[in-house]
C-alpha cells in the first residue's frame, strides 16, 4: 500500500514538473522542473526496491540521483554563465 502512495506520489510530481518545464517563465524554473523529475525517478526507483525486493533498483537509485545532480549543477552553471554574457 505504500509502494502505491509512492509511486502516485512520484507521478502527480512529474506531472507537475512537466507542466512547469513546458510553461516555465525562466530557465532557472526549467532547472527545477528537472529536478523535480530525476527526485521523482529516484522515487520510483526506490519503490520499485520496496515492491519487489530486489536491491538492483537502489543502485539505478543512485545512479539517478548523481546523474540529477550533476545534471542541475552543469544546467545552473550554463545559466549563470548566460547571464553574464547578457550583463556585458
Not at 533498483?57 to 550533476?70: K, M, T, Y
Not at 542541475?72 to 553574464?84: F, M, P, Q, V
Amino acid at each position: 500500500m505504500t509502494v502505491t502512495w509512492l509511486v502516485i506520489a512520484s507521478m502527480v510530481a512529474v506531472a507537475l514538473a512537466f507542466a512547469r518545464l513546458l510553461a516555465g517563465p525562466t530557465q532557472a524554473d526549467r532547472v527545477i522542473a528537472l529536478d523535480i523529475v530525476s527526485a521523482a525517478s529516484v522515487a520510483l526507483a526506490a519503490a520499485a526496491a520496496l515492491a519487489t525486493g530486489r536491491a538492483l533498483f537502489l543502485d539505478v537509485a543512485i545512479g539517478f540521483a548523481i546523474v540529477g545532480f550533476v545534471a542541475t549543477i552543469a544546467w545552473a552553471r550554463l545559466i549563470e554563465e548566460t547571464s553574464r554574457e547578457e550583463d556585458r
